[in-house]
């Protein structure tokens, strides 16, 4: 059964965890008691993983960035991603104003959070989270600090020399397999935190995660046939929805199934060349977009951060959301190209808000369970992009 189930696709193992918590919480109860400690490793796991994860991957993305072939040719492609994700983090913004989620937290009730109430006290907190020292970041999670850091140093480091960048990469590929690692046990501690959550909360938990997907998934479907189409039109000077359809339909799809948009670029390279793009610059701005362009990851970080602070009951001005916005936006280029990376990189957003990790890790766990359609409607919004801002823009100077 053991070697069964090690078969079995991540998804599946998923599904099977979230059923069996499910049944085990409505039916012995008290088993919270004895399984909780499963959940609990999960997030202790997440969060002591998650501050060298985005130190490590925005370091090694940054350093290794190089778009010397074709340059002039790959800006308004370059262009198009930036904009799109933007819009798309604004999209999530606005879809967490109507539409606003909570989540069932642990928190202890004393907690009392109250988030920046300027923009000076936002610049104030960014510029120290910004110069804090570097050892400190790491070892207090202090993600704005973190990154800073990783930006600088990654920076740097792109004039070093190839050896330099090769051990960088090792280091970045090692750590991306103790994530990997960490995620093969995402099931167990899920089975763990769903018991819990479901014991104590019962079927108001179900109602909470199905409106939090609905506004997830509602808001790429609307990036995907709304925001990308305009942004198409305005680049191609005419109807863009047989071309944004045939994207969706043939890279989409298997993307929203491989969950990779990395295992997709093949795909994305071949629907380029049928649709008659330069391959010289498919062959550059497909797997550069892999690699940066994830306007489903700034909606998935947009919004769960957004559905913590609702949770906290924080009061929060349509200006700090913008700003949040933005930061998503960076942050999403780093994403780990694990199924579920966008995820780990919650805690960055959350602490725009000062939000204490442990709580900002929870949102993480929250984000694995509903991650089974979450992910899959990220990935095919991520990678039928990269095809489609390719295509518009080539197709537009014939």
């Known amino acids: 059964m ?10 599946s193992r998923i599904l099977i965890a979230i059923i069996l918590g499910a049944l085990v919480a409505f039916a012995y109860p008290q088993a919270a008691t004895y399984v909780s400690l499963l959940g609990d ?3 202790k796991a997440l969060k002591s993983v998650a501050p060298i994860l985005v130190f490590v991957l925005v370091l090694a993305s940054i350093a290794n960035f190089n778009v010397s072939h074709g340059a002039k040719n790959l800006k308004p492609i370059m262009s198009l991603y930036v904009i799109g994700m933007l819009l798309a983090a604004f999209s999530a913004v606005f879809a967490s104003i109507m539409f606003p989620s909570t989540l069932v937290l642990a928190i202890d009730p004393a907690t ?3 988030a ?7 610049m104030k907190n960014l510029l120290l989270s910004f110069i804090s020292n570097p050892v400190t970041a790491l070892s207090e999670a202090n ?3 973190i990154l800073a850091w990783a930006v600088g140093l990654g920076i740097a480091l792109r004039h070093s020399s190839e050896s330099t960048k090769l051990v960088i990469n090792d280091i970045s590929d090692a750590v991306n397999h103790i994530i990997r690692v960490v995620i093969q046990f995402a099931p167990i501690g899920i089975f763990g935190l769903v018991v819990v959550t479901f014991a ?7 109602k909470n995660y199905i409106q939090l997907i ?9 990036v995907a046939l709304i925001i990308n189409p305009i942004l198409v039109a305005i680049v191609m000077r ?8 045939t994207c969706l339909k043939e890279s989409g799809i298997t993307a929203f199934f491989t969950r990779s948009s990395a295992a997709n670029i093949p795909v994305n390279i071949e629907l380029a060349k049928r649709l008659g793009v330069n391959e010289t610059i498919s062959a550059v701005s497909i797997p550069l977009g892999a690699a940066i362009n994830m306007a489903g990851a700034a909606v998935t970080i947009t919004i769960l951060t957004l559905a913590a602070v609702n949770t906290l009951d924080m009061q929060v001005s349509l200006t700090t959301m913008l700003i949040l916005s933005v930061l998503a936006v960076i942050t999403a280029c780093g994403s780990s190209g694990v199924a579920g990376g966008s995820l780990l990189l919650i805690p960055v957003a959350c602490s725009l808000f000062a939000i204490p990790t442990d709580i900002a890790m929870q949102v993480v766990a929250i984000g694995m369970v509903i991650s089974v359609i979450q992910d899959s409607a990220e990935t095919a919004l991520n990678s039928s992009t990269d095809v489609l801002f390719t295509a518009a823009v080539e197709l537009a100077k014939k």
């Open 200 to 206: 104590d909360s019962g079927l108001e938990t179900l």
């Open 238 to 245: 005419q109807n863009p929805y047989p071309l944004v359809l």
């Open 143 to 145: 993600f704005i600090g």
């Open 214 to 222: 609905a506004v997830l998934v509602g808001t790429m479907l609307f």
């Open 116 to 122: 920046p109430e300027h923009v000076a006290d936002i």
């Open 112 to 114: 009392h959070l109250q």
């Open 41 to 43: 490793l999960f997030i």
């Open 2 to 11: 053991f070697s069964a189930l090690t078969r079995l696709s991540l998804v």
